[in-house]
């Protein structure tokens, strides 16, 4: 008996996905609940597990292919799979010899593209050079993954140095080895597509600030240690600004709307976006009714929606109806940007590098730990006004972490 693969329900508003790769053949033995095929979509990348155990026998919708909710797939059937290729018999003794039958040649390592391998890692082998079937994966199933890549890379032995003797000429360059051209996940394309529609839609302006992060670094280091043993959970900086862009948020109301056609809708509750970076792009799971959450609450949910995207295992409701959004780039080094607003929110807070300056101090130069702040808004809703007031009451809360203790 055949059982049909379908494309299942991709959450709400999201009728259409990517057929990212296969992680079977046809003739392949799977397993009930096993990957067998990677979803993109403008959201998150999913994977479609096997509905039954058997044999896929038919693969319906190739690698690349647009697909609707509900189309189907491929087909597993009954069976165990391609059998084992039987031993060549010995000749019989009564007969007259034979010419030995040929060696099978031992089977070929398998190719790059029967790998499991993730979109990044694919173009990272190709702009290396290396073969990605060589590769030895860390990711799950022993899928390789773009550090996979990086690390054969660099350890690839260099070619022995030549003798010195006069150039050849130089050969011409085959054509398409200075480039490498990949189609674009559906991740990726709607990112590029709501990040200009948010330029070309709102009227985005940005104010800029810095904050003296010594008493929230010496807060932390007294306490880390006692907090993680009682939680179970590292006590980072992120736990600080969701509660004091909350602060913000109540004190000026206009940064938590958003605009809905004539309309303004004023949020009355706190759902904090956390922009991620991932291999297939950046996304914005949504910590849900942070005010209601203790330090600890707001670190532990941070870290298990980490987790999740790194693993592309985030639900739409995870990453849908956030209405303010924190981007921390200083974890790559960034010492200032302008971050562009995720619609239909109308702020995003900007964190980046904290980097020790000399600072004006009561008459003295001293040394301070410093990070710039940033805020872009949309002007259509907020005015300069509110941004910059918005902002100074972040800098207060974390200049002054015992503000967000008494609620000051």
């Not at 799977?30 to 095929?37: G, I, K, M, N, Q």
């Not at 010419?99 to 499991?116: N, R, V």
């Not at 940007?337 to 001293?366: C, D």
Request: proline share 6%.
């Amino acid at each position: 008996m055949s059982v049909e693969i379908k494309v299942p329900s991709l959450g709400e508003s999201v009728t259409e996905a990517t057929i990212g790769q296969w992680f079977k053949k046809v003739g392949d033995r799977v397993e009930a609940d096993e990957p067998l095929v990677e979803l993109e979509t403008d959201k998150v990348t999913l994977e479609v597990n096997a509905p039954a155990s058997g044999v896929l026998t038919d693969i319906l919708a190739e690698e690349g292919a647009d697909v609707e909710v509900g189309a189907l797939l491929g087909v597993i059937g009954e069976g165990q799979g391609a059998a084992a290729a039987k031993p060549a018999e010995a000749p019989k003794k009564a007969e007259a010899p034979k010419a030995a039958p040929k060696a099978e040649p031992a089977p070929a390592a398998a190719p790059a593209a029967e790998k499991i391998l993730s979109p990044a890692a694919r173009k990272a082998a190709g702009d290396a050079g290396i073969d990605a079937g060589s590769v030895e994966g860390t990711g799950r199933d022993g899928r390789v993954m773009k550090d996979d890549v990086q690390r054969a890379a660099a350890a690839k032995p260099a070619a022995p140095a030549q003798p010195a003797a006069a150039p050849a000429p130089k050969a011409a360059q085959p054509a398409g080895e200075r480039e490498t051209r990949v189609r674009m996940t559906k991740l990726r394309r709607r990112i590029a597509e709501r990040l200009k529609d948010a330029q070309n839609t709102a009227a985005i302006l940005t104010t800029y600030n810095e904050v003296d992060m010594s008493q929230v670094m010496a807060l932390r280091n007294r306490y880390k240690d006692g907090f993680e043993k009682k939680h179970g959970v590292k006590l980072g900086f992120m736990s600080f600004f969701v509660k004091a862009a909350i602060a913000g948020l109540k004190e000026y109301p206009a940064v938590n709307a958003q605009i809905d056609g004539d309309e303004l809708i004023y949020k009355n509750h706190y759902d904090i976006g956390v922009a991620v970076g991932t291999e297939q792009g950046l996304v914005v799971p949504v910590v849900r009714d942070a005010d209601q959450l203790s330090f600890a609450g707001v670190e532990a949910t941070i870290n298990a929606l980490g987790v999740k995207a790194r693993d592309g295992k985030l639900t739409m409701e995870e990453l849908t109806g956030g209405t303010f959004t924190i981007s921390n780039g200083g974890v790559y080094g960034s010492l200032m940007s302008s971050p562009i607003l995720n619609p239909p929110q109308s702020g995003i807070l900007g964190m980046h590098k904290i980097q020790e300056r000399p600072m004006a101090e009561k008459g003295q130069v001293v040394i301070r730990p410093m990070m710039y702040l940033a805020l872009s808004y949309d002007h259509r809703i907020i005015d300069g006004k509110e941004a910059v007031s918005f902002l100074v009451r972040v800098k207060e809360c974390i200049e002054n972490p015992e503000r967000l203790l008494f609620d000051l």
